[in-house]
């Protein structure tokens, strides 16, 4: 079965444009909010937020996918990104700017969890890692774009401006949600291969409904990658700001955005042909090594090594993991099993952009990001100690 098909394609773009609408806000708030007053320490409150928001809605939204079919979910999304993006253009408070954070996490949880969903439809087994690979490369390429262009927009041309050309992205991403192929709800799941209810503790019951068995060892693995995530995304700007590197950190993410291009299907292929494990130990060396480069980092040179195995590291990693817990699930629990894996991203991302936060008044940004280290060193451990014992 191809890889290539016009359905396949249709999908990546589709993502690529509701990241890129995604990763053009936590970019610029940051600055705006710390012109407004917040404090240093708010600014991960940024995308902690956010992330409790998904947290909540991808149990749910995983559930309406599979059982009500994957455009319905995929279009309130949209349409809640872009209303909530739009608000920010009347409420210059800090406070009201984190409430729409959280509104935003919620919708996003909708959209994000459907559009997973929706490529683990039209990929072939065989060459399931590989596909999800180049369907990440749609937030890699986001990833290259959204920084430089959401504070050029927002230098040059204020934050109303800003957010009105990110609304523009969510509106793309509504068109295309119209021609994007959707599988359609199950009616009777039990005999379409759902697993069957087990009389069980109504604890244990309710979560074989939330969360699916399947993508659990792969969540596991995307929540303590996350951690750096959370850390670079609210953090790595204003400490290279203050080690006067404010003109260079664009280089980082387009660097590690370029590598993660090629990483991306690279790893997916390798683990394909043979086995998870050989990609998982790669992305792990390269995600731990890049977060102790970024700790000590004071100039350009190394910065730009950090990014490369950031690239290597989380953004290949990402995928890998995401196609390990939505290989084996069921098709008809495919939306709570990308649910499932992407909750592990949000409680990871927002955890780490709060709680080693923390630590940066503390002991400073070095500090911050060798914790970062030690989680994606720990992502490690734990593949070996747990999850690959689960993973076929």
């Not at 949880?109 to 683990?120: F, K, L």
């Amino acid at each position: 079965m191809p890889l290539w098909t016009r359905n396949y394609i249709l999908v990546l773009i589709l993502n690529f444009t509701s990241f890129l609408g995604m990763w053009m806000l936590p970019n610029f708030l940051p600055v705006y909010i710390h012109s407004l007053g917040a404090p240093d320490w708010m600014l991960g409150w940024l995308t902690g937020v956010t992330s409790i928001a998904s947290i909540i809605a991808r149990p749910i939204s995983g559930q309406m996918v599979d059982r009500f079919g994957r455009r319905g979910v995929l279009l309130v999304g949209i349409i809640g990104m872009a209303i909530s993006c739009v608000a920010f253009m009347f409420v210059p408070v800090v406070g009201a700017i984190l409430a729409l954070r959280f509104t935003q996490g919620i919708f996003w949880g909708a959209t994000n969890t459907s559009c997973t969903t929706i490529v683990s439809d039209v990929l072939p087994k065989s060459r399931f890692a590989e596909g999800m690979g180049y369907f990440g490369m749609g937030s890699s390429l986001a990833l290259i774009i959204a920084p430089a262009l959401s504070l050029w927009l927002y230098y040059g041309y204020g934050e109303k401006f800003s957010v009105g050309v990110t609304a523009v992205f969510f509106a793309l991403s509504f068109v295309l949600s119209f021609l994007v192929p959707t599988r359609k709800a199950v009616k009777d799941s039990a005999a379409a291969g759902a697993r069957p209810a087990r009389k069980t503790s109504t604890f244990r019951y309710l979560g074989s409904r939330i969360f699916e068995r399947a993508a659990i060892p792969g969540g596991m693995m995307i929540f303590f990658f996350a951690f750096s995530q959370g850390v670079q995304q609210s953090y790595l700007p204003t400490m290279c700001a203050q080690r006067g590197l404010e003109g260079e950190v664009s280089w980082y993410f387009i660097v590690s955005a370029i590598f993660s291009l090629a990483g991306r299907p690279l790893l997916g292929r390798w683990a394909d042909r043979r086995g998870y494990t050989g990609p998982t130990v790669f992305a792990c060396v390269c995600l731990t090594a890049s977060m102790l480069a970024v700790s000590q980092v004071h100039g350009v040179p190394l910065l730009l090594v950090a990014g490369v195995l950031q690239g290597l590291g989380y953004s290949s990693g990402f995928s890998l993991f995401l196609s390990m817990a939505t290989r084996n699930a069921p098709i008809v629990r495919r939306g709570i099993a990308s649910a499932t894996a992407m909750v592990g991203f949000d409680a990871g991302n927002g955890l780490g952009a709060v709680a080693l936060g923390a630590l940066v008044s503390v002991g400073g940004y070095s500090i911050e990001f060798l914790g970062a280290a030690f989680f994606a060193a720990f992502a490690l451990l734990m593949y070996f100690a747990v999850v690959r014992k689960h993973v076929r």
